[in-house]
């Protein structure tokens, strides 16, 4: 009842409701275009390289671009290039002073950063867009007979319209987190993965059902149990703090003339504060073996994403790469400087230095726990696959897909709350000078 009431509160709010069914069109769209293959491509030929990005590495990209990749689309590369360009330019601004200068100038510096972005993307696909081509005509074995045009037309227009698929993708995303609800990037790789859940979950399904000793009906209900306590540890991942009590020695409060000393406030310290960064970072390195694996056969264990090797390393490095993202985007000295200019305080401890290391100290114990648990719901996939799920279905069990559904679905809903407690405090506030002019 709650959440029909809730639903009604949201088309009440008529900038709310229109931001929503944006934020849906756009999304549209975008599942539109990533059904549409790519000019010179038989779609009706694809077999092989359906089957080849059904595992692997190459599955969860699959699964990032919402199966646009398997089918030759004009998305097929989809969002992924504006996701590395971010994550270089952010790098990029721990050892280039021009983009440490941008990011503490406010809007303009973050406009500024944007558009640098934006053109990275644009090399970043510039070079990826001519690798795909070059997969999908050797790597998959397509037949030749799938390519309906050949030679320099075929490739200047397929590596013209994957540009220019990522740039429209790109230009959606932006389109939604400034005019609808929610972090667009995000929900174009939320929704992208979501459009293999079907699929996925039918083909576990059948073959729990119609193989004899599978389990059945009943084992996919143990499945389905399992998988929603993964998503409550997900959440929890996701929303776990650890608060740092703060004291202010005078603190003003709004619309009272009086000032409160003594207040207490809070600093919250993610358990996760790198969110799927690690992940992918490491995902990326795990590239480099599965390559050298076929030039040293010593290595060929490392090809195999449910192997028990791979899976190790791979924990270690996001284990690792926790610690490092951590370190680089949560400023500890910054934090303690704009504690002390605001006249806060930690109990006990001074301002300045020795706040920072305070504050270093715990994020520092904290972030071990909290990279251990997301190592644990990372190799979660391929602890599923050896229990005998199928791979498709248990890429929900845990990694990237899972945590970026979480996190985009919290994120999006408190946005939708803020909205709706925006709404009744106007509501209230009008309500008040309505009775203010009666007296």
Request: charged share 15%; glycine share 8%.
């Amino acid at each position: 009842m709650n959440f029909i009431n809730t639903l009604r509160d949201i088309f009440k709010i008529e900038e709310l409701k229109n931001k929503i069914l944006l934020t849906i069109g756009l999304i549209a769209v975008y599942r539109f275009m990533a059904a549409v293959p790519l000019p010179g491509i038989d779609p009706l030929q694809l077999s092989a390289l359906k089957e080849g990005t059904s595992s692997g590495l190459l599955g969860i990209l699959n699964a990032f671009t919402g199966g646009a990749f398997a089918r030759a689309s004009v998305m097929a590369l989809g969002i992924m290039p504006y996701i590395s360009a971010s994550i270089v330019v952010q790098l990029m601004g721990i050892a280039i002073p021009y983009l440490q200068k941008l990011q503490k100038d406010g809007e303009s510096g973050r406009k500024k950063i944007t558009q640098i972005t934006r053109w990275l993307t644009i090399l970043i696909t510039l070079f990826q867009a001519p690798t795909y081509i070059t997969a999908i005509k050797t790597q998959f074995g397509l037949p030749e007979s799938a390519f309906l045009v050949g030679g320099a037309t075929f490739w200047v227009s397929s590596i013209i319209l994957l540009s220019a698929g990522t740039i429209f993708a790109m230009w959606l995303g932006e389109r939604i987190t400034d005019k609808g609800v929610g972090n667009g990037i995000s929900l174009l790789i939320t929704v992208g993965i979501i459009a293999n859940f079907p699929a996925a979950f039918l083909q576990e399904f059948v073959s729990k059902t119609t193989n004899a000793g599978a389990g059945g009906v009943m084992m996919i209900l143990i499945e389905i149990i399992i998988w929603f306590v993964v998503i409550l540890l997900t959440v929890l991942l996701v929303t776990a703090v650890r608060k740092i009590a703060v004291q202010y020695a005078r603190r003003t409060v709004a619309g009272s003339i009086s000032n409160v000393a003594g207040s207490r406030d809070y600093i919250p310290l993610k358990l996760n504060a790198a969110g799927v960064m690690p992940i992918i970072f490491a995902q990326a390195i795990m590239f480099l073996p599965i390559a050298l694996a076929q030039r040293f056969p010593a290595l060929a264990s490392l090809q195999d994403i449910n192997g028990l090797w791979y899976n190790v390393i791979f924990a270690l490095l996001i284990i690792i790469f926790s610690y490092f993202y951590t370190a680089i985007t949560v400023r500890t000295d910054e934090m303690a400087q704009g504690l002390k200019r605001s006249g806060g305080f930690i109990p006990g401890i001074r301002p300045g230095k020795d706040t920072a290391d305070r504050l270093d100290s715990v994020l520092s114990r904290i972030t071990l726990p909290g990279s251990i648990f997301l190592a644990a719901l990372s190799i979660l996939p391929a602890v599923a696959y050896q229990f005998g799920v199928q791979q498709n279905w248990a890429l929900f069990y845990g990694g990237t897909s899972l945590i970026i559904m979480v996190g985009v679905a919290i994120d999006t809903l408190q946005q939708i709350n803020a909205y709706l407690l925006n709404s009744h405090y106007d509501g209230l506030m009008k309500t008040g000078n309505t009775n203010r002019k009666s007296l």
